[in-house]
C-alpha cells in the first residue's frame, strides 16, 4: 500500500534545512529506497516515493514556515541536479502507474508554482551537474533557474532522442509557455540528448542566470540578503505544524475524523462521507491557529487529499467516487464565513489554498464523481464544490418514509463565488454556466439561502432529483450501469467535459499529460518489446515503426 | 592570414583542398597557439628542444627527429591509411560498410565520445605545465616535452574530427576544448582525474604509466569505430601513445632501479637520508595512480558502453581477434561485485559490462609493468614485490566507491581505514618528501639522485646528448 503521509524526519530523499526566511530543499535520492523494487535510484532519479516527500515538504514549507519567502531547490550531490524520472522504474511500471504517477508529479509541480504566486515562497532551482528530462521539469516549476556555468553542468530533455517519449509532465508546455522560450529552439532544445550548457542556456530562456562556479557562494549569499530584507507573511512562532493525519483504513473501509470511505467492491464504489463541523469555528483567527489541524476547513482538506491519493494509488478499481454528506448547514456556514471575513490572515488563506488544491485534485481525478444529496447532509459552501466538482448529482425531493429529518438543502456562500478556482481560471460556477454569465449573478442572489430540491434544479446545481420512491433504483441503476462503462471511455469523456472555459498553462499540461503523453506510452515505438523504453540500459537500439499516426 | 596548409600543418588528409576544414582551422589554430603560449609547459617555450615530429604515417616520415622551438612544433593531422573495403565490425550494424561520414542518428553520441577523449589531451599538458622546472636530466625533460607536443597533436586529432565531421557545434566543441582548464573550478576539465596536478615527477610516471595506459585502453577502443575516421585517427594515436607509455615504464622502472642501488650500497631500507624513494613510497604511488586510472573505466555496468557498442561507435579492445558474434545480444560477462563484507562474480550482460571487460584487460596490461620492476629488484638481490592493488580499493566511481576496501581486497572499517590509509596510499609527509628531492638537473648526461640513467638515448644518440638546450 502505497501511503503519502510522511515527516521531514522520515524523509529518505529530501533534506529541508531553514534559515530564517530562506528554506533550501536538497535532492539527495537514497539509491537503494526506491518505493517498488527492480530498479536503483541512481544520480539523484526519482520515483513516487521522491515525490511524495516532495509534496509533503512543499505543503510544510506553507503552514509550518510562514516566515519563509524563498525556497532554494537543489541537489546535494556536486555533479548531478537530478536525472530525471527513473527510467528502470517507468519501464516495469504499469500504464497505470505510470499515469498516476506523472499526475501526481505534476500537481505537486503546480503546488510549487501555486506557493510562488499565493504565498509568497519564491522557488528558486540552483543547479549544479546535470539537470536532466524530470529533473529539468522540476527546475521548470521553480520562478527562477540559477546554473552552474562550469563547462559541464546542462539542461536538458532527452526523453525523445534517448527513449521515445515526451517530456510530458509540464516539460514541453512550461518551457513555451511559462518560460517563453521560442518554438524553433524548443523544438532543437528536446531533441538533443545531452542538452544545453552555459551562456546559450541562458540565451536561449531555459534558464534564467549563468554564474560560474567561484561566484555561486556569494550569489546565493545575495539571495539571503534579497530574501532577509523581503517580506514575511508571518513569524517563526506562528507556523501551524501538520501533526500526523491520524487515519485507520481496513479492508473496505478509510475512517478519519472528518470523513469515512466506504468501498463497495463488487460496484466498484467508494463512498465518500463527509462530516461538518463537530463543534462552531472558533471565534478568532489566533484560535483556529491555535486549534491547528484541528481547524475543521484544514481538517477536511488534509483527509480529503489523503483519501483521494489513496484511493487513486491503491483502489484503481474502483472506478466511482459518490459524496454524501452529514452536518449541521448552520456550522458549515459559520466556518465558510470565517474563512471569507478572515481572509487577510494567512491561516486561513493557506487552508483555502489548500482546499482549493484538493478540489482540483478532484477535478483531475480519472474517476466518476457522483454526489448525493440527502435529507442530515451539509453541502453549503465548501462542501457544496464535491457537487459542483461532480459529473452527476442526485437530490432527493422530500424526505425518505419514516425519516423525520427535514428535506435535504444546498447553500450558496461567498466561498462558492471565486475561493476554489478550478485550473482554468474560473469557479465552477462560472465554468458550469460559461454560456450564461448572467446565471452566475443570479447564483448570487441566492447565497445563504435554503435551496431545496426544486430551487436547486432551477439554478442548474443538480443534475436530478428523485423522490423517496425512485430514489434507491435511480442511484443504483446510474451506479450500476456507470460501472458497465469502459473505464478508459469514461475517464477521457469525463476529463473532456469537466473544464468548460478557458485554456490555461495548467489545463494544457494535464490535457496534454493526458493525451499525448499517455498516447506515447501506449505506443510500441515507447514501450513495445523493441521501444526504446523497453530497450534503455538493454545497450540495444530501439527498432521503430517509422508510421506516422 | 591564408595558412600555408601543406607545410604549416603537416596532413594526410588533403587540407589545401577542403575549404570546410580550412576556415575552422583558420579560426582554431591561433587560439591553440595561444592556449599553448597560456597553458602549455611554462618556462621553455623559447629554448631548442629534441623533438620527434610526424610529418607523414609513412615509416621514414612519422618519426622525423629535430630540434624545434615548441610553439613552432608543426602539429599535424594524420590518420592511419584507409583499409579498403572496412566494415563495421560489431554491434547492430555489423557488416555494413564503415561510415565515411558521420550518420545523423548517432551525431550526438559520436561528439560526445570525442569531445570526452579529446578533452584530456589539453588536460594533461596543463596538469603538467610545471614539470619542466625540477626535471631530473636534460634527457627527462626533452622526454615530457615530446609527450606534451604529442598530447597537443592528439587535440588536433581530435578537433580534426569535430571540425570536419560536426559543423558548426563542431567547431564550438573544438572552441571549448580551449576555454576549460585543468583544475579551474569555473571551466574543469570533463574528467576528475584530469583535474588533478601532477605536482612531481614521480607522479608524472605514474601518470604517464596508469593515466596515459588508460588512453591507450581508449584509443584502442575507438580505433574499432565503425566511424572510420575516428577509427583511423586512432590507430594513428596509437602509434604515438606507446612513447608515452615507454616514459612512465622506463621512468618508474629507473626510480625503482636506483633505490635498489641506494638500498644495497647502503644497506637499509630506509632511503631518506640517502636522497633516494624508498619502494614503499613507490608502492604507495602505484596504489594511487592505479585506482585512479580505474575510475577512469566508468562504471561497471553502463548503458553507455552498451548503446555506443550496439550503435558501432566504440569496440571491445581488439574486437575483431575475439571469436563470438560481435553483437553480444545474448551473452554474459564475468563482473566482480561487492557483496557482504566480500566479493561475489556473477555473470551480467555483455552488453553492459562492456567498461568492465576494459577495465580487466588494462588491469592485466598494468601488471605487466610491474613484472618488469619487480624483475629490477630481483636482479638486485632485494625481497620487495611491487603488486597492484585490488579493484576495489580506493574507487570513486562504480560498485565499489564509498567502500573501504585495503589493496589486498579486505573490507575494512572506517576506522581501520583512517589508521591504515598512510600505509596504502601516499601521504602528505611522503608527498612533501617526493616533492623535496625535485631540484633541476641540467648538464648534459647527468641524472638526480633519486632516479637511474635510461639503458639508452633517443633516435640512436648518446644519453649525454644536449636534448634540450637551456
Given at each position: 500500500m502505497i501511503d503519502f503521509r510522511t515527516h521531514p524526519s522520515r524523509y529518505n530523499h529530501w533534506r529541508l534545512d531553514i534559515d530564517g526566511p530562506v528554506a533550501s530543499l536538497f535532492l539527495d535520492v537514497e539509491e537503494s529506497a526506491g518505493l517498488e523494487s527492480g530498479y536503483e535510484l541512481k544520480l539523484n532519479s526519482y520515483d513516487l516515493g521522491v515525490d511524495i516527500e516532495l509534496y509533503d515538504a512543499v505543503q510544510r514549507l506553507r503552514f509550518e514556515h510562514p516566515e519563509v519567502n524563498t525556497v532554494l531547490l537543489r541537489s546535494a550531490h556536486d555533479r548531478v541536479f537530478s536525472?530525471?524520472?527513473?527510467?528502470?522504474?517507468?519501464?516495469?511500471?504499469?500504464?497505470?502507474?505510470?499515469?498516476?504517477?506523472?499526475?501526481?508529479?505534476?500537481?505537486?509541480?503546480?503546488?510549487?508554482?501555486?506557493?510562488?504566486?499565493?504565498?509568497?515562497?519564491?522557488?528558486?532551482?540552483?543547479?549544479?551537474?546535470?539537470?536532466?528530462?524530470?529533473?529539468?521539469?522540476?527546475?521548470?516549476?521553480?520562478?527562477?533557474?540559477?546554473?552552474?556555468?562550469?563547462?559541464?553542468?546542462?539542461?536538458?530533455?532527452?526523453?525523445?532522442?534517448?527513449?521515445?517519449?515526451?517530456?510530458?509532465?509540464?516539460?514541453?508546455?512550461?518551457?513555451?509557455?511559462?518560460?517563453?522560450?521560442?518554438?524553433?529552439?524548443?523544438?532543437?532544445?528536446?531533441?538533443?540528448?545531452?542538452?544545453?550548457?552555459?551562456?546559450?542556456?541562458?540565451?536561449?530562456?531555459?534558464?534564467?542566470?549563468?554564474?560560474?562556479?567561484?561566484?555561486?557562494?556569494?550569489?546565493?549569499?545575495?539571495?539571503?540578503?534579497?530574501?532577509?530584507?523581503?517580506?514575511?507573511r508571518a513569524s517563526e512562532d506562528d507556523g501551524v505544524v501538520l501533526s500526523d493525519l491520524a487515519r485507520e483504513v481496513t479492508e473496505n473501509r478509510l475512517e478519519y475524523k472528518s470523513l469515512s470511505v466506504q468501498i463497495d467492491r463488487s460496484l466498484g464504489v467508494a463512498g465518500f462521507n463527509l462530516r461538518g463541523p463537530a463543534a462552531d469555528v472558533p471565534e478568532s483567527v489566533s484560535a483556529t491557529q491555535e486549534s491547528?489541524?484541528?481547524?475543521?476547513?484544514?481538517?477536511?482538506?488534509?483527509?480529503?487529499?489523503?483519501?483521494?491519493?489513496?484511493?487513486?494509488?491503491?483502489?484503481?478499481?474502483?472506478?466511482?467516487?459518490?459524496?454524501?454528506?452529514?452536518?449541521?448547514?448552520?456550522?458549515?456556514?459559520?466556518?465558510?464565513?470565517?474563512?471569507?471575513?478572515?481572509?487577510?490572515?494567512?491561516?486561513?488563506?493557506?487552508?483555502?489554498g489548500y482546499l482549493k488544491r484538493v478540489l482540483k485534485r478532484l477535478d483531475v481525478s480519472a474517476r466518476s464523481l457522483v454526489s448525493l444529496v440527502e435529507p442530515g447532509s451539509c453541502f453549503v459552501g465548501t462542501l457544496l464544490e464535491l457537487c459542483l466538482a461532480s459529473d452527476r448529482t442526485y437530490m432527493l425531493?422530500?424526505?425518505?418514509?419514516?425519516?423525520?429529518?427535514?428535506?435535504?438543502?444546498?447553500?450558496?456562500?461567498d466561498m462558492n463565488f471565486g475561493a476554489y478556482p478550478m485550473g482554468n481560471g474560473c469557479n465552477r460556477l462560472e465554468s458550469r454556466f460559461i454560456e450564461s454569465p448572467e446565471n452566475v449573478e443570479e447564483h448570487r442572489q441566492a447565497v445563504g439561502k435554503d435551496l431545496d430540491a426544486d430551487a436547486a434544479e432551477a439554478l442548474g446545481l443538480v443534475t436530478f432529483t428523485p423522490d423517496d420512491i425512485d430514489w434507491e433504483d435511480e442511484i443504483r441503476i446510474a451506479i450500476e450501469e456507470r460501472a458497465s462503462f469502459s473505464p478508459d471511455a469514461l475517464t477521457a469523456m469525463e476529463a473532456n467535459l469537466r473544464f468548460a472555459g478557458p485554456e490555461t498553462l495548467e489545463t494544457k499540461i494535464f490535457a496534454r499529460l493526458s493525451a499525448w503523453q499517455n498516447w506515447i506510452f501506449q505506443r510500441p515505438n515507447a514501450t513495445g518489446e523493441v521501444g526504446a523504453l523497453k530497450r534503455y540500459g538493454s545497450g540495444q537500439r530501439p527498432s521503430f515503426d517509422k508510421t506516422r499516426a | 592570414m591564408a595558412i600555408d596548409y601543406a607545410e604549416r600543418i603537416p596532413n594526410n588528409v588533403n587540407l589545401a583542398d577542403n575549404r570546410r576544414l580550412q576556415r575552422?582551422?583558420?579560426?582554431?589554430?591561433?587560439?591553440?597557439?595561444?592556449?599553448?603560449?597560456?597553458?602549455?609547459?611554462?618556462?621553455?617555450?623559447?629554448?631548442?628542444?629534441?623533438?620527434?615530429?610526424?610529418?607523414?604515417?609513412?615509416?621514414?616520415?612519422?618519426?622525423?627527429?629535430?630540434?624545434?622551438?615548441?610553439?613552432?612544433?608543426?602539429?599535424?593531422?594524420?590518420?592511419?591509411?584507409?583499409e579498403a573495403d572496412r566494415a563495421v565490425n560489431f554491434g547492430q550494424h555489423?557488416?555494413?560498410?564503415?561510415?565515411?561520414?558521420?550518420?545523423?542518428?548517432?551525431?550526438?553520441?559520436?561528439?560526445?565520445?570525442?569531445?570526452?577523449?579529446?578533452?584530456?589531451?589539453?588536460?594533461?599538458?596543463?596538469q603538467q605545465r610545471q614539470l619542466g622546472r625540477t626535471s631530473p636530466s636534460l634527457y627527462d625533460l626533452r622526454n615530457l616535452f615530446q609527450v606534451n607536443v604529442e598530447e597537443g597533436r592528439h587535440l588536433w586529432a581530435m578537433v580534426y574530427l569535430l571540425d570536419a565531421h560536426f559543423g558548426r557545434d563542431g567547431r564550438e566543441?573544438?572552441?571549448?576544448?580551449?576555454?576549460?582548464?585543468?583544475?579551474?573550478?569555473?571551466?574543469?576539465?570533463?574528467?576528475?582525474?584530469?583535474?588533478?596536478?601532477?605536482?612531481?615527477?614521480?607522479?608524472?610516471?605514474?601518470?604517464?604509466?596508469?593515466?596515459?595506459?588508460?588512453?591507450?585502453?581508449?584509443?584502442?577502443?575507438?580505433?574499432?569505430?565503425?566511424?572510420?575516421?575516428?577509427?583511423?585517427?586512432?590507430?594513428?594515436?596509437?602509434?604515438?601513445?606507446?612513447?608515452?607509455?615507454?616514459?612512465?615504464?622506463?621512468?618508474?622502472?629507473?626510480?625503482?632501479?636506483?633505490s635498489c642501488e641506494l638500498m644495497n650500497e647502503h644497506d637499509t631500507d630506509d632511503l631518506r637520508p640517502h636522497g633516494g624513494i624508498?619502494?614503499?613510497?613507490?608502492?604507495?604511488?602505484?596504489?594511487?595512480?592505479?585506482?585512479?586510472?580505474?575510475?577512469?573505466?566508468?562504471?561497471?555496468?553502463?548503458?553507455?558502453a552498451a548503446n555506443y557498442f550496439t550503435s558501432g561507435l566504440k569496440g571491445r579492445f581488439r574486437e575483431i581477434q575475439i571469436d563470438d558474434d560481435h553483437v553480444l545480444s545474448d551473452g554474459t560477462y564475468r563482473v566482480i561485485e561487492p557483496a557482504q563484507n566480500a566479493f561475489t562474480e556473477t555473470d551480467a550482460p555483455a552488453l553492459t559490462s562492456l567498461n568492465e571487460r576494459l577495465r580487466d584487460a588494462y588491469i592485466a596490461d598494468c601488471q605487466r609493468g610491474l613484472d618488469r620492476w619487480n624483475k629490477v629488484i630481483a636482479q638486485h638481490d632485494i625481497d620487495f614485490t611491487f603488486a597492484l592493488p585490488h579493484r576495489a580499493f580506493h574507487r570513486a566511481i562504480g560498485l565499489f566507491s564509498g567502500l573501504r576496501i585495503s589493496p589486498a581486497g579486505e573490507v575494512v572499517t572506517q576506522d581501520e581505514w583512517d589508521r591504515r590509509v598512510d600505509d596504502w596510499l601516499p601521504s602528505d609527509q611522503d608527498r612533501a618528501y617526493v616533492r623535496s628531492l625535485m631540484e633541476p638537473v641540467t648538464s648534459p648526461g647527468l641524472m638526480a639522485n633519486w632516479i637511474a640513467a635510461p639503458a639508452r638515448g633517443i633516435n640512436g644518440q648518446p644519453i649525454e646528448f644536449e636534448y634540450t638546450k637551456l
Amino acid at each position: 500500500m502505497i501511503d503519502f503521509r510522511t515527516h521531514p524526519s522520515r524523509y529518505n530523499h529530501w533534506r529541508l534545512d531553514i534559515d530564517g526566511p530562506v528554506a533550501s530543499l536538497f535532492l539527495d535520492v537514497e539509491e537503494s529506497a526506491g518505493l517498488e523494487s527492480g530498479y536503483e535510484l541512481k544520480l539523484n532519479s526519482y520515483d513516487l516515493g521522491v515525490d511524495i516527500e516532495l509534496y509533503d515538504a512543499v505543503q510544510r514549507l506553507r503552514f509550518e514556515h510562514p516566515e519563509v519567502n524563498t525556497v532554494l531547490l537543489r541537489s546535494a550531490h556536486d555533479r548531478v541536479f537530478s536525472a530525471g524520472a527513473n527510467i528502470r522504474m517507468l519501464a516495469q511500471a504499469s500504464h497505470a502507474d505510470k499515469v498516476n504517477f506523472c499526475k501526481f508529479t505534476n500537481e505537486t509541480r503546480l503546488s510549487i508554482e501555486d506557493a510562488t504566486d499565493r504565498s509568497g515562497q519564491l522557488y528558486i532551482a540552483v543547479i549544479e551537474g546535470s539537470c536532466a528530462g524530470g529533473g529539468y521539469e522540476l527546475a521548470l516549476a521553480a520562478d527562477r533557474i540559477i546554473m552552474l556555468d562550469d563547462g559541464s553542468t546542462s539542461v536538458s530533455l532527452p526523453e525523445l532522442p534517448l527513449l521515445a517519449v515526451l517530456p510530458g509532465t509540464g516539460g514541453l508546455t512550461r518551457l513555451v509557455d511559462k518560460r517563453h522560450v521560442r518554438r524553433d529552439r524548443a523544438d532543437v532544445f528536446c531533441t538533443l540528448e545531452e542538452g544545453i550548457r552555459g551562456e546559450r542556456a541562458a540565451e536561449w530562456g531555459l534558464v534564467d542566470e549563468v554564474v560560474p562556479a567561484s561566484r555561486l557562494a556569494e550569489r546565493l549569499a545575495e539571495i539571503s540578503s534579497m530574501a532577509e530584507k523581503g517580506s514575511r507573511r508571518a513569524s517563526e512562532d506562528d507556523g501551524v505544524v501538520l501533526s500526523d493525519l491520524a487515519r485507520e483504513v481496513t479492508e473496505n473501509r478509510l475512517e478519519y475524523k472528518s470523513l469515512s470511505v466506504q468501498i463497495d467492491r463488487s460496484l466498484g464504489v467508494a463512498g465518500f462521507n463527509l462530516r461538518g463541523p463537530a463543534a462552531d469555528v472558533p471565534e478568532s483567527v489566533s484560535a483556529t491557529q491555535e486549534s491547528g489541524t484541528g481547524f475543521w476547513p484544514l481538517a477536511l482538506a488534509r483527509e480529503l487529499d489523503d483519501a483521494i491519493l489513496h484511493l487513486r494509488f491503491n483502489e484503481p478499481e474502483i472506478g466511482t467516487w459518490t459524496f454524501r454528506s452529514d452536518g449541521d448547514p448552520d456550522r458549515v456556514s459559520a466556518a465558510d464565513a470565517f474563512l471569507a471575513n478572515h481572509a487577510d490572515s494567512w491561516f486561513v488563506q493557506e487552508t483555502t489554498g489548500y482546499l482549493k488544491r484538493v478540489l482540483k485534485r478532484l477535478d483531475v481525478s480519472a474517476r466518476s464523481l457522483v454526489s448525493l444529496v440527502e435529507p442530515g447532509s451539509c453541502f453549503v459552501g465548501t462542501l457544496l464544490e464535491l457537487c459542483l466538482a461532480s459529473d452527476r448529482t442526485y437530490m432527493l425531493e422530500g424526505t425518505f418514509e419514516g425519516d423525520n429529518r427535514p428535506p435535504a438543502i444546498i447553500r450558496l456562500t461567498d466561498m462558492n463565488f471565486g475561493a476554489y478556482p478550478m485550473g482554468n481560471g474560473c469557479n465552477r460556477l462560472e465554468s458550469r454556466f460559461i454560456e450564461s454569465p448572467e446565471n452566475v449573478e443570479e447564483h448570487r442572489q441566492a447565497v445563504g439561502k435554503d435551496l431545496d430540491a426544486d430551487a436547486a434544479e432551477a439554478l442548474g446545481l443538480v443534475t436530478f432529483t428523485p423522490d423517496d420512491i425512485d430514489w434507491e433504483d435511480e442511484i443504483r441503476i446510474a451506479i450500476e450501469e456507470r460501472a458497465s462503462f469502459s473505464p478508459d471511455a469514461l475517464t477521457a469523456m469525463e476529463a473532456n467535459l469537466r473544464f468548460a472555459g478557458p485554456e490555461t498553462l495548467e489545463t494544457k499540461i494535464f490535457a496534454r499529460l493526458s493525451a499525448w503523453q499517455n498516447w506515447i506510452f501506449q505506443r510500441p515505438n515507447a514501450t513495445g518489446e523493441v521501444g526504446a523504453l523497453k530497450r534503455y540500459g538493454s545497450g540495444q537500439r530501439p527498432s521503430f515503426d517509422k508510421t506516422r499516426a | 592570414m591564408a595558412i600555408d596548409y601543406a607545410e604549416r600543418i603537416p596532413n594526410n588528409v588533403n587540407l589545401a583542398d577542403n575549404r570546410r576544414l580550412q576556415r575552422a582551422l583558420e579560426s582554431w589554430q591561433p587560439k591553440f597557439q595561444d592556449w599553448w603560449m597560456e597553458m602549455g609547459p611554462e618556462g621553455f617555450q623559447a629554448n631548442e628542444i629534441y623533438l620527434r615530429t610526424a610529418v607523414s604515417v609513412d615509416s621514414d616520415g612519422w618519426a622525423h627527429f629535430d630540434f624545434v622551438k615548441m610553439p613552432e612544433y608543426r602539429w599535424g593531422i594524420f590518420l592511419a591509411e584507409p583499409e579498403a573495403d572496412r566494415a563495421v565490425n560489431f554491434g547492430q550494424h555489423m557488416g555494413d560498410p564503415a561510415w565515411q561520414e558521420v550518420p545523423g542518428e548517432y551525431r550526438g553520441m559520436l561528439r560526445r565520445i570525442i569531445v570526452t577523449q579529446g578533452d584530456t589531451e589539453p588536460a594533461s599538458v596543463e596538469q603538467q605545465r610545471q614539470l619542466g622546472r625540477t626535471s631530473p636530466s636534460l634527457y627527462d625533460l626533452r622526454n615530457l616535452f615530446q609527450v606534451n607536443v604529442e598530447e597537443g597533436r592528439h587535440l588536433w586529432a581530435m578537433v580534426y574530427l569535430l571540425d570536419a565531421h560536426f559543423g558548426r557545434d563542431g567547431r564550438e566543441e573544438a572552441e571549448a576544448l580551449l576555454m576549460r582548464r585543468s583544475g579551474d573550478a569555473d571551466k574543469p576539465r570533463i574528467l576528475g582525474a584530469f583535474n588533478e596536478a601532477t605536482p612531481d615527477w614521480l607522479s608524472f610516471y605514474m601518470f604517464t604509466y596508469f593515466t596515459d595506459r588508460d588512453g591507450r585502453f581508449q584509443l584502442a577502443s575507438l580505433a574499432e569505430s565503425g566511424f572510420d575516421p575516428l577509427s583511423r585517427t586512432c590507430r594513428f594515436m596509437l602509434t604515438e601513445e606507446a612513447h608515452h607509455m615507454f616514459v612512465g615504464e622506463t621512468g618508474v622502472g629507473r626510480v625503482a632501479q636506483r633505490s635498489c642501488e641506494l638500498m644495497n650500497e647502503h644497506d637499509t631500507d630506509d632511503l631518506r637520508p640517502h636522497g633516494g624513494i624508498d619502494l614503499a613510497i613507490l608502492q604507495k604511488y602505484i596504489n594511487f595512480h592505479f585506482s585512479v586510472s580505474l575510475d577512469l573505466f566508468g562504471g561497471e555496468l553502463s548503458t553507455n558502453a552498451a548503446n555506443y557498442f550496439t550503435s558501432g561507435l566504440k569496440g571491445r579492445f581488439r574486437e575483431i581477434q575475439i571469436d563470438d558474434d560481435h553483437v553480444l545480444s545474448d551473452g554474459t560477462y564475468r563482473v566482480i561485485e561487492p557483496a557482504q563484507n566480500a566479493f561475489t562474480e556473477t555473470d551480467a550482460p555483455a552488453l553492459t559490462s562492456l567498461n568492465e571487460r576494459l577495465r580487466d584487460a588494462y588491469i592485466a596490461d598494468c601488471q605487466r609493468g610491474l613484472d618488469r620492476w619487480n624483475k629490477v629488484i630481483a636482479q638486485h638481490d632485494i625481497d620487495f614485490t611491487f603488486a597492484l592493488p585490488h579493484r576495489a580499493f580506493h574507487r570513486a566511481i562504480g560498485l565499489f566507491s564509498g567502500l573501504r576496501i585495503s589493496p589486498a581486497g579486505e573490507v575494512v572499517t572506517q576506522d581501520e581505514w583512517d589508521r591504515r590509509v598512510d600505509d596504502w596510499l601516499p601521504s602528505d609527509q611522503d608527498r612533501a618528501y617526493v616533492r623535496s628531492l625535485m631540484e633541476p638537473v641540467t648538464s648534459p648526461g647527468l641524472m638526480a639522485n633519486w632516479i637511474a640513467a635510461p639503458a639508452r638515448g633517443i633516435n640512436g644518440q648518446p644519453i649525454e646528448f644536449e636534448y634540450t638546450k637551456l
